[in-house]
């Protein structure tokens, strides 16, 4: 009788752990949904500045959103943004900007590598001088066991990247993603 209970225990364990398994990435699927969506809504980074550059109207704002695989790639795409925003801030003066960083580059800039990775963290404070707020993805860190305090005070943490793309959408920004040349 004993072995019986064991093992039906040990059946509905595992049943348990399955469709615990199943709710966590069931729960996954709308966040990346949304940043699929916002994929394919967002512009081709250059090519877009030159458009958004080319047209008669001022862009009311501009959110560059960064989402990469490779925990470096900050690196490379900060001075790309830097240079973009001075492109369009020189054809229209009054264009607001702000950076959202929603991929696994977002973990560069973390408090513990200000250091490590102090040419990051300048562009950074540099982006924020010049009036250009940079966000983080709390959930995306949060799945890493990563918390806002984490962070230094100039970086902004937002509940979710996507959805702060998504306020900027809704104040007339317009979106340029920003892709890694790898």
């Known amino acids: 009788m004993d072995i019986l209970l064991t093992a039906a225990s040990m059946q509905q364990e595992r049943v348990c752990s399955e469709v615990a398994g199943w709710r966590r990435r069931a729960a996954v699927v709308p966040l990346l949904l949304l940043i699929a969506l916002a994929n394919v809504a967002s512009a081709q980074g250059r090519d877009d500045v030159d458009a958004l550059l080319q047209r008669g109207e ?56 200000q250091d490590k990775l102090a040419p990051i963290h300048q562009q950074v404070r540099s982006l924020v001088a010049e009036d250009v707020p940079v966000y983080v993805c709390a959930t995306h860190a949060g799945w890493r066991g990563v918390s806002a305090e984490d962070f230094p005070d100039y970086v902004n943490v937002a509940p979710t990247g996507p959805g702060q793309i998504q306020l900027y959408l809704e104040m007339d920004y317009e979106l340029i993603f920003i892709q890694s040349s790898n």
């Open 58 to 113: 001022p862009p009311y704002g501009v959110v560059f959103e960064i989402a990469e695989s490779d925990e470096s790639a900050l690196a490379e795409l900060l001075p790309r943004v830097h240079a973009a925003i001075e492109r369009i801030r020189a054809r229209f003066p009054d264009t607001e900007f702000a950076v959202v960083s929603h991929g696994r580059e977002e973990f560069a800039l973390q408090s513990q590598y």
